[in-house]
Each structure stands twice: as C-alpha cells, then as structure tokens.
C-alpha cells in the first residue's frame, strides 16, 4: 500500500483512520513540509501524541511513558534488568545540564568540565538552599553560605547540632599521620590541634612561632 501527499503542512495531506463508532480521527499521518514527515494519534477529538520529524515541537501528553517496561508507573519510567546505568544527558561542549522545575523556581543538577554542580535558582521559601534528607527526615542543609547538619537554619558556615552528644571524627588512614584540625586568619595558618601519631597525645601547636607542642 502507498499513499501519495495530496500537500504539505496539513494533518489531513496523506493517510487518516477513523474510530468504529465514529468519523472521529483516531490516527493520521501526513507531510510535514518538503518531504518531511508528521504522525497524530488522538483520543477523541483531542490530540494526545504528535510527532514530527521537521524539528517542530513533538508530544506525547497521553498516560505514561515506558522504556524496557509495559507498566510505567510515572510520566517517564526507564527499566533495564542488568544495566545500572539507565539514562545519558551528553552535551557537545564543557558544560551539561538537566533542569529540575517546579512553581517556585529551578534546580540543576551539572556536569561542568566534569565536575558536578548542584544548583538552586527558586525564588520561594528557602530560596537558594540545597537539602539533603533520607526521605520524610532532612539531615542536612546548605543555604547558600552555611552548612547545617541537624538543622535547617545554620548560623556558622559549619553547623553541627543534635538532641544527644554531638561527635566530630577526624581519622587519618595509617598509624604514621595525626589527626589535627588547623585554624586560619585570612586562610594563613596560625594554630592547629589534634591527635599525634607517634604517642596518642592530644596537642596544640603554634604554627606561626613553631616550638614543641603543648600538650
């Protein structure tokens, strides 16, 4: 079977399938423009896919869409058995980018030259702010300057705080190095304290004046 276009630019220009009951289209399929290709379903009277292959906007606004399964159990539901890696977003140049959008504003999630960025542009409540939870429970938040861990509000650019003791580890990974914290004025190093290696003692040295450490 061969159907010829009659004309371009219309979804009635090559092959059209009406419903049983009706005149209804439920499926054309036409010329876009200059060879190019259109394809229509409906429910109805109402378009719910379309598909072109000229660069015009193409939809799919019909139930869910399924990839490697028959039950998509979301708008975009992606399955593979054995394969863990289950989706690529690739950019031409140093810089790609999937867009997270909701009423209030966006988030990025971004490779850039390989790094990833995590980006805030919401300009509701807590605008600006990155979260982390394990659900219902935040355990984690970044405002933008600070860093709270039990906290949704953090006052210092690290704020730790709990309803039982709070614990900080520093661990280096051999019995070789200690374990010590450094304090800084305009990121020049002036004290540091911590674990030494070579006796387990606790100890603070002067880093701008070295001497033995006091322990």
Avoid: C
């Avoid at 054309?28 to 379903?41: D, I, P, Q, T």
């Avoid at 028959?70 to 289950?86: E, G, I, M, R």
């Avoid at 730790?160 to 990121?187: C, E, F, G, H, P």
């Amino acid at each position: 079977l061969t159907v010829k276009s009659n004309s371009t630019g219309s979804q009635d220009a090559g092959f059209t399938l009406q419903a049983n009951g009706s005149t209804n289209a439920i499926f054309k399929v036409g010329e876009k423009s200059n060879g190019k290709a259109r394809l229509h379903m409906f429910d109805g009277t109402t378009e719910k896919i379309a598909l072109h292959t000229d660069g015009t906007a193409s939809h799919i606004s019909a139930g869910n869409f399924g990839i490697g399964t028959s039950s998509p159990s979301v708008p975009l539901h992606v399955y593979h058995a054995t394969d863990n890696k289950l989706l690529t977003l690739e950019s031409g140049d140093s810089t790609s980018t999937f867009e997270l959008k909701d009423n209030q504003g966006t988030a990025l999630v971004q490779s850039f030259n390989g790094v990833l960025n995590l980006v805030s542009n919401n300009t509701g409540a807590g605008s600006n702010q990155i979260r982390f939870s394990n659900g219902a429970t935040e355990i984690a938040r970044f405002n933008g300057s600070n860093l709270g861990i039990g906290t949704t509000s953090p006052d210092y650019a690290l704020d730790i705080r709990d309803d039982v003791n709070i614990q900080l580890k520093l661990s280096s990974t051999t019995t070789t190095n200690n374990a010590r914290m450094t304090y800084a004025i305009n990121n020049v190093q002036k004290w540091n304290h911590g674990v030494q290696a070579s006796d387990s003692s606790f100890t603070f040295y002067d880093i701008v004046t070295p001497s033995t450490p006091f322990k």
